[in-house]
């Protein structure tokens, strides 16, 4: 009996531990992205960081979140371009740094490439 309440005292301190630790709602912020496009810059996009920026630089405009605006990049834009943008954005506006990349790439974006032209 007393084994079983150590087991469930335990579980439960284990349970309430994780969640102060573990955020399952965890995604890249802006910073993580300038990180891993200055990564991926020095390393011709060839290494995990060259996928996460390629990923986020290449505009979706999938009308999945109302607060992500969209781009209108030119088709011929390759992704060293785009992530150059990106860098020089992230690195001189410090707000976009807290926002979640996805967002913080779309600002930069949308602000260069505005689609209402």
């Given at each position: 009996?007393?084994?079983?309440?150590?087991?469930?005292?335990?579980?439960?301190?284990?349970?309430?531990l994780?969640?102060?630790?573990?955020?399952?709602?965890?995604?890249?912020?802006?910073?993580?992205?300038?990180?891993a496009?200055?990564?991926?810059?020095?390393?011709?996009?060839?290494?995990?960081?060259?996928?996460?920026?390629?990923?986020?630089?290449?505009?979706?405009?999938?009308?999945?979140?109302?607060?992500?605006?969209?781009?209108?990049?030119?088709?011929?834009?390759?992704?060293?371009?785009?992530?150059?943008?990106?860098?020089?954005?992230?690195?001189?506006?410090?707000?976009?740094?807290?926002?979640?990349?996805?967002?913080?790439a779309?600002?930069i974006?949308?602000?260069q490439?505005?689609?209402?032209?």
């Open positions: 009996m007393l084994y079983d309440m150590n087991r469930r005292i335990t579980f439960w301190f284990v349970a309430l994780l969640s102060f630790t573990v955020d399952v709602h965890a995604v890249p912020t802006g910073s993580d992205l300038l990180l496009c200055s990564l991926a810059r020095d390393n011709n996009f060839d290494s995990i960081q060259g996928q996460m920026c390629t990923w986020y630089v290449i505009p979706c405009n999938c009308n999945y979140d109302a607060d992500i605006p969209q781009s209108c990049t030119p088709e011929n834009m390759q992704v060293p371009e785009l992530a150059n943008i990106v860098i020089e954005g992230l690195t001189n506006n410090e707000a976009l740094l807290n926002q979640t990349a996805s967002k913080s779309a600002i974006l949308a602000e490439f505005p689609c209402n032209m």
